[in-house]
Structure formats: C-alpha cells, structure tokens
C-alpha cells in the first residue's frame, strides 16, 4: 500500500510541475508585465533597467525557479488591473467559495447517494423512471439556467429569497464566515442548490449504475440464495460494495465543484474567487487567472491525493498484498 | 426407494419469452432425490443444468420464468411459492453452492458476518449464538485455526479454502437439500477430490440430500449416487450411477461413456476417444421429436417426429424410443 | 488447389488472397464494421420503435431547420444596428412596438431587438460553435486516438499522460483558460471579430480527450487482427490501414461520444456566452440572451429570459436524448 501511495503522489507531482510550467509560462509571456508597472513617460532605458531589475533576462530554468520559490512563499504577483496583490485578493475571497462548495458537495452527495441507491432498487417503478427522466433534464440544463430560473421563481415571483450576494457575514477566528447570520443562510440556499444540483443529479446517475452492476453480482446471488431478506441483501451487502468507488467519486466531485463555481457566482454574484476568475479573463488580468490555475490544480491533486488514500483505507482488497493459506 | 422423496421435479419447464418466440431451456425435466441421497445432474454446457436448479430455488431472473410442471420438496410445493416464502425456503431448508468461489463471497464483509447473518436469518437464536455457530461451521469444514479466521476477509481465503467456506454457508442453515452447481470446476484437480469428500461426508452425516451439478463424468463416478442425464433441456435417463455407467440405456449416455478416457490396462492407449458426431443444438434450432435423434446411430423413423416418453426399466427412468413404455403416458399436469 | 497437407506454397497464396482482398476492400473482416451492418437492421428497427427518439430526432430537426433558414424566416435582422428601433424597446409578446407599430411575436428585449429572430440567429449561433467544436475535437481526439493506439510505445505513453492531466480539470475550466490566454495573445483590435473562433478552439481543445481514449483502445484491439497484418504485409502506408481499414470499425462508440459532447459544447458555448467571454455581443447567441434577461427580471420583462431558456433547454435535451437512445443501441452488451 505504501507503494501505491507513493505512486499516486509522484503522479500528482508531475501534474503540478506541469501546471505551474503552465501558469508561469503565462505569466512571463502573455501580455506584458511591464505595461502596469511603467509611468506613461517611461523610456527606452528605463524599460531596459526594469526588465535587468526584475530578472526578466535570465535563463528560463532559473526564472521559473524563482517562480515557484515566490509562489511557495504565497508572492504570486500582482493584478494587473488594479495593482493589488493577487495573494491578498485571493485570501480575501477563498471563503466564500469554500463555504458554498462544501453546502453544495453536501447537499449533492445526500441527495445523490439517496435517489441512487432508490431508483437503483426500484428499478421498474414509476416514481424511479420519473426521477430518472427528471435527471435527464437536469443533466441538459446548464448550471447557469438552473440558477437563473430559480432566482425567477423564488426571489422574483415569490420573494422567499434573495437573489443575488452572500448576505451578512460575521468574522470567526479569522474566517468571513454567511453561515452564521440568518441572511447568510438565506442567501446560501439559491446558489448551493444550483451548484449543487447538476452533481447530483451526476452522483444519482453514477450510484444508480452502480449498484445495478453490483446487484448483479455473483455473491448478491449468493446472498439471495441463502435467504436473506430483500433489506440484508439491498443495504447490508449491496449499499456498502456500491459506495466504494462512488464515495471517491463524491471526493473527486469536490474540486470539480469548486472550479464549477465560476458558473454559479456570476449567476448570483457570490463574492468568491470564481467571480474575481471571470473578471480576470475578461479583462485579461494574467497573474489571477495564472494564480487560480496554479491554486486549482493544487486542491485537485491533493484531493486526488486524499481520495487515493481513502480508497485503500476502505477497500481491504488493497490492503493485503498476498492470499494467506491453502485448500 | 421405499422412504418418500425429498425432492419432486416433475415435467419441469422453464421459459425464456424472446423477440423471436419462447425459448425452452428446461423442457420436460423429470427426477427426484431421495434423502441422504447424492444426485449427479451431468450434461454439456448449455443442457439446461444450471437453469433447473435456479428454478427450483425460485432464484430465475426476468424474463426467465417456470412455465410449467411442479418441484415438490418434502411435502411442500416449491414452484407456486411467492416471494417471501421462498426466502424462508433458500437456505433453511435448501442450501445453494455456485461454481466459482471467488465470485460467491462478498469481499467487503468478514467471512464470519456473513456466516453469522445466515444463521440468524433462519434461526431463532442471538448473535453470540450465530457467532458460534460460525465458528463451527468453519470447523465442520475443515478450515484450520477457524477462530482466528473468524475475521477474515474473503480474499485472505485460497479458492479451495473459500469453496470450503461456501460449503460452510450453505450448510449453517440446517437444510434438508444442498444444489450444488459445479462446485469443483473452478478449482485446482488436486483440491477438487477433498472438496468433493468434504461435501459428500458432510451430507451423509446430516442425511442430506445434494443435487450436484457438473458436466464431469469423472465426479460423478466417484462421488453420486444416482445421474440424471440431460440433453438441450430433457432428461435421457435417470438411474443409479453404478448402472447407468456401465449399462447406460440411452445413446447418448452410451455416446458419453465412450468420450471419457480409460485408464484400465484392457484398453488399448492408442485407440482415439469416440466422438458423437454433431453438437448439441441451441435453443432456437432444436429439432422435432427427440433432441438427440439427428446425432443418434440408432435413430428411427418415430425418433423424428414423436418426443420420447419415459419408461421404467428396473430403477432406472428412461427417454428414449429403443425402450418404449409400457403403459401410456401419465397425463400431463399443469 | 492441393489436396495434400498445407505447404509453404499453399500458406503463402492464402497471405497473398488475403492481402488481395483487402486491396480490394472485399475481405470480410475489413468491411466497414460494426457501423455499417448496426444501421442496416437493428438501430432502423430500434429507432422506429422508440417514440422518446423519434420525438428527440423530430424536434432536434425541427430546430436545426430552423436555426439554418434564420436569414429568410426571421422577421427582422437583430444584429443590424440600423434596422434597430429603440422605441420598440421592452415589447411584450404579441405586442405592437411602439415606435414603428410592428408586431413582435416574442416580444423585444432593451434594445428594441426582435426576441424571436434573436433566438433563431442565436440558435443558428450555438449550433453552428457547437458543431464546428464537436467535429474540431472529434478529429483532433480520433486522429490522436488512432495514433496512440497503432504506434504505441512512447507516442502512446506521451498522448495518454497529455489526456490524463487535461482530465484532471473540469472542461470548462479549460474552456477558459484556452480563450483567456488566445485573448491575451490577440491584439485588442481583433479580439472581437476572432471571438467565434477562439470560441471553437477553447471547446473542442477542451473535449478532444474522451474521443482520443476510446479510439485508442478500438485501435489497439483491431491492430492484432488479420485484416491489419495482412495490409502490413503487402506495403499498404500506415495512414491508409489507419483510416481506410481500422476508422470503420470505430466509429460507433464515436458516434455516441460525439452526441453527448455536442449537447455538452452547446451547454459550453451557452454558459461561456452567459459569462461574457463567449460570443461577442454584436451576434447575440442563446447564452448572451439569457443574461440579458437576468437583468430585466425583476423588472418584469420575463419573455427576454424564458423563450431563450426553452429553446437552449429543447436543444440540449433532444441531442441528450438521442444520444442516449444510440449509446442502447450501439451496445453490444444489451442486444
């Protein structure tokens, strides 16, 4: 197992040199770092000083170095548009969409995990075949119009919630925290539901399939012919093997939703960092749009990480290398 | 036999509905099983053989259905029971054995919870009870250090010690009947011969009665009782293995004695292995009359139109027109 | 032909038949595969016996048509500012415009621009980013797909690490990494009128993989078998066994992917125009009106934001749809 586990890190490594090659090749090359930090009547030398000044004519190797050395020590440069310190405006606004990933995983995961497992049992029911076609909508609906359509219903034409914005906010132990204020909370249920309901709709599909595989299985059969109830047999044998692999699914879902965020706080204006990611592309702001690359694919190696570890933990196949004993 | 039987399977039919019509994998099937008794059901891969076991436990997948006849077991009719009944059936009172070992336990539960749930599901004792009772159906069957292994998980097991294990489930329930579909083919041939032992030891001790399942002459001469041949979904003949080795009454029975290897002195090593000409056909090319016929070095004209009734000869039931019943046919029931 | 036991002589005329026939596109195994003889007898009879897909098929056509005939069934030209009359601005549907008196069957938006029309343009808008991404990735993935599959080795190790990282991010994600950075390398002047392009790249770049990993696998499956040996034989150029001999016999599983994914770029496209960085807004897609019509919701000019959300909805189900009917279908598995 250790060797598994020190498989999948080298795997991740690789990935992350990949992306900070990436996002340094970015930062260094597209648009022109120089541009923001110049006076209009900048001249020639001046520029030429600049470039020696910041180090922009040594070696690739040794620049990326530095790169990642200054991305380590949580330096990532500064925006272009309005000069401030991409770490700082990062720091500000990872809150909020850490909250409303983690309502959102939360809710996608129940839900999920719960109408899967229904529909895969029932399979010929008419409330399973309804559930399904209602997810095929779901999985046609773009986020942004779940959203959308759902601002209409229940903060237009009914008013029961707001519509756009995290609401009030309260500071704990450092943490700007919505989920603490009753306007916070008001505020969360619109924008989870919509990022969190094309997931579900995801882990319902995935679980469901799953667990027909699974109940299709030999010792499933086994089970049955032995005797045992519908209830020992769905829950006691069927829902454990299926929540396995779906359970790293549900782990790998986390930092897919946090990049799906983008979606979602433009729909409601959700102050996170997939706004302030928008808002980068748009203006071509190259240090946050390299930053939140950079950012990105740290959280999902290190959930592939997690989820990899976890799999082994749960999964006692992995955990043994050799069968013990003969006939 | 003087004792009634413990199981009945009469005329058994088991249907198939396809686009293309019905399918009959199981067409007719005729035998019974005595207690304490080990019936060897042998046929090709293909002959119906898995099928009229599943059926008899009720454990068909739609659309596969029983389409007609009747299973008796010990007094009680099998094949009109709903759903719930037969769940009180399988296991309490019919043990089921599958072919792969491998496949058969769950590899996310320790080998002793699932022993233990069997227990409880058709005993009425508590869970330190159905603990030890796993503890000695492990023992029973020959698992060393059974305590310790208690709280293993299934892929700690070797395949024979895993068969064993099986074995050990489908006998904690104290049934009268054990069906056992090709227990040993998945297995190693020098593990294959102490499993078959174990299995026969333990059922004659219990005075149980086992059904076992195979398309391997070799373990139904060492280890059944009576066979019962079948051939695309019908018997050929059913009768004490002693005689229907060695004095087989059908062609096709005959056919398959001469395909099996001799290893007795008397036969000479070079002459090539008798080969029925043909293969047994699908189920959606079976021929009129008997199944066998186009195959058969003795077929006659009635053998391709007329499906053969079964005759008595002796203790063996025979379907085949060389040996014509007697009296007429018993009437078909429903 | 010899009675007598095969000799060198026989063996080497049957490699020769064989090679021959493939040559001339008669040997059995190199007919076009799997595709060819599926649409012949099960997927026609399929089809017709399942009302979901027919209806699927029937409004995916409907809508297409529709989106193609745009310049002479839409009343009005919505991205001409000229023939734009902002008195007509916020008509309901049905309703007469106010400036010029014309009957706007959906309505118009802030600009005095006919919604209908607007939706049939936009529609022929996201189809047409939708289909020209789904094809740019499909030929991308395939043709990598191919290549890793028939090469193997390092090329195969190299495309597949390649796949494997894009995979760990989501695909929109990529999406718009790909257009900020093609942005940022476009001068500001033609930011605007490359916009369609670079929204094409940035999809189809984003969804080229699952394409490229099935291929690879049909491919490497169908190199063993004798169709391919025998053409390796007889000189046949690895691009000619590659795309006359090995593409037939994976197109089906293509065919599925390629559904589900123009559903998928549709959806990209739309969300992409919805954030502000797709579509530019002198050509309004169904993502761009959306939007617009979040602005006007609590104003209560709601047709802005529901014929194009229904449209977007019907177009991405029907393509679902259908794509999930020819993945049954398409599966041996089920037959």
Not at chain 1, 286 to 302: D, E, K, N, Q, R
Request: hydrophobic share 50%.
């Amino acid at each position: 197992m250790f060797a598994y586990i020190v498989r999948r890190a080298l795997q991740g490594a690789l990935v992350l040199f990949v992306v900070a090659f990436i996002a340094f090749t970015m930062f260094r090359f597209i648009g022109d770092p120089l541009e923001s930090m110049l006076p209009r009547e900048a001249t020639e030398l001046d520029r030429i000083e600049l470039r020696e000044r910041l180090g922009l004519n040594d070696p690739i190797p040794v620049q990326f170095l530095r790169f990642v050395g200054n991305a380590i020590e949580g330096d990532f440069g500064t925006s272009y548009r309005n000069g401030v310190p991409v770490a700082e405006m990062i720091a500000e606004r990872l809150p909020a969409t850490l909250e409303l990933a983690v309502v959102s995983a939360i809710f996608a995961a129940v839900f999920g995990i719960g109408l899967g497992v229904y529909t895969a049992i029932h399979r010929d029911g008419w409330l399973a075949n309804a559930i399904m076609s209602a997810s095929l909508i779901g999985v046609s609906l773009p986020t942004f119009l779940i959203g959308v359509l759902l601002i209409w219903l229940f903060a237009v034409e009914l008013g029961w919630l707001p519509s756009f914005g995290r609401g009030e906010t309260a500071e704990l132990f450092g943490w700007r925290s919505s989920l603490v204020t009753v306007s916070g909370l008001k505020s969360m249920i619109l924008p989870a539901l919509t990022l969190g309901l094309y997931q579900m709709t995801l882990v319902m599909r995935l679980v469901r399939a799953e667990m027909l595989e699974v109940l299709r299985t030999d010792y499933i059969r086994f089970a049955r012919a032995r005797g045992l109830s519908e209830r020992a047999v769905n829950f006691g044998h069927a829902l454990k093997n299926t929540l396995v692999p779906v359970i790293t699914i549900i782990g790998l879902q986390l930092g897919q939703i946090t990049a799906f965020a983008i979606v979602t706080e433009t729909v409601f204006q959700w102050p996170g960092v997939g706004l302030l990611f928008i808002n980068a592309v748009q203006f071509v702001d190259i240090p946050i749009m390299a930053t939140y690359l950079l950012l990105v694919g740290v959280l999902f190696v290190a959930i592939n990480l997690v989820v990899d570890v976890l799999y082994a933990v749960v999964d006692p196949r992995l955990r043994v290398e050799r069968p013990v004993g003969r006939a | 036999m003087s004792d009634p039987p413990l199981l009945e399977v009469e005329e058994l039919i088991v249907e198939i509905p396809t686009r293309r019509g019905t399918l009959r994998p199981v067409d007719g099937v005729s035998f019974t099983i005595g207690r304490g008794e080990i019936l060897g059901v042998v046929g090709e891969s293909g002959a119906g053989k898995s099928i009229t076991g599943a059926a008899i436990i009720g454990l068909l997948e739609r659309p596969i259905r029983i389409g007609g006849g009747r299973v008796t077991l010990g007094g009680t009719r099998l094949d009109t029971l709903g759903e719930p009944e037969l769940r009180r059936v399988r296991g309490a009172r019919i043990g089921t054995i599958f072919q792969d070992p491998s496949t058969s336990l769950n590899p996310l539960k320790r080998v002793g919870d699932q022993l233990a749930e069997t227990a409880l599901a058709h005993l009425d004792i508590s869970r330190g009870e159905a603990r030890d009772r796993a503890l000695r159906a492990l023992v029973d069957v020959g698992i060393p250090a059974a305590a310790e292994r208690l709280d293993a998980w299934p892929h700690e097991f070797s395949g024979g010690m895993r068969q064993r294990v099986v074995i050990a489930l489908a006998l904690i329930g104290e049934p009268e009947l054990v069906i056992a579909d090709e227990p040993t083919t998945a297995l190693d041939v020098s593990v294959q011969a102490q499993i078959l032992a174990l299995l026969r030891r333990l059922c004659t001790e219990r005075g149980v009665g086992v059904m076992l399942v195979t398309h391997d002459m070799g373990v139904i001469a060492e280890t059944t009782d009576r066979v019962a041949v079948l051939y695309a979904g019908r018997v050929a003949e059913v009768g004490p293995t002693r005689r229907v080795l060695t004095e087989a009454l059908h062609p096709y029975t005959r056919g398959l004695m001469g395909s099996t290897p001799d290893a007795s002195p008397e036969r000479d090593a070079r002459e090539r292995l008798a080969q029925i000409p043909g293969s047994m056909p699908g189920l959606t090319a079976l021929p009129p009359g008997c199944a066998f016929h186009p195959r058969c070095p003795e077929a006659m004209t009635r053998c391709a139109t007329d499906r053969p009734h079964p005759a008595v000869r002796g203790d063996t039931r025979v379907w085949c027109w060389l040996h014509p019943p007697d009296e007429p046919p018993a009437e078909r029931r429903p | 032909m010899s009675v007598g036991p095969d000799t060198d002589a026989d063996i080497g005329t049957r490699i020769d038949a064989n090679a021959a026939a493939t040559a001339a596109g008669t040997h059995p195994d190199a007919r076009p595969g799997a595709f060819a003889r599926a649409w012949q007898s099960d997927v026609a009879w399929s089809f017709r016996h399942s009302p979901v897909a027919m209806l699927a098929a029937l409004a995916f056509a409907v809508l297409v048509i529709a989106a193609i005939g745009a310049p002479w069934i839409a009343p009005h030209t919505p991205f001409d500012p000229g023939s734009l009359n902002l008195m007509d601005g916020f008509t309901p549907p049905m309703g007469e415009g106010m400036g010029s008196g014309e009957r706007y069957w959906l309505g118009t938006d802030d600009q005095g621009r006919d919604v209908f029309s607007t939706i049939l343009y936009g529609m022929r808008l996201s189809l047409l980013i939708g289909l020209a991404a789904v094809a740019f990735a499909a030929v991308l993935g395939v043709t990598l797909g191919l290549i890793a599959g028939y090469v193997g080795g390092w090329v195969d190790a190299l495309i597949m690490r390649v796949a494997d990282i894009q995979l760990t991010f989501p695909s929109i994600l990529v999406a718009l990494l790909i257009f900020g950075v093609a942005r940022g390398l476009l001068p500001p002047e033609s930011r605007e009128q490359m916009a369609i392009w670079v929204l094409i790249l940035s999809i189809g770049l984003s969804e080229w993989v699952q394409f490229a990993r099935t291929v690879r696998g049909s491919a490497m499956v169908e190199v063993k078998k004798d169709y391919v040996q025998a053409a390796r034989l007889i000189g046949r150029k690895p691009s000619a066994i590659l795309f006359r001999h090995i593409l037939p016999n994976v197109m089906g599983p293509v065919l599925v992917i390629a559904t589900i994914y123009l559903a998928l770029a549709i959806i990209a496209e739309a969300t992409l125009s919805f954030l502000g960085v797709g579509a530019p807004p002198t050509r309004p897609s169904l993502g761009t009106l959306i939007r617009i019509g979040q602005d006007y919701l609590f104003s209560g000019e709601w047709w802005i934001l529901l014929f194009p959300s229904i449209t977007l909805l019907a177009l991405a189900l029907s393509v679902n749809l259908l794509g999930d009917w020819l993945r049954d279908v398409l599966n041996p598995k089920l037959r």
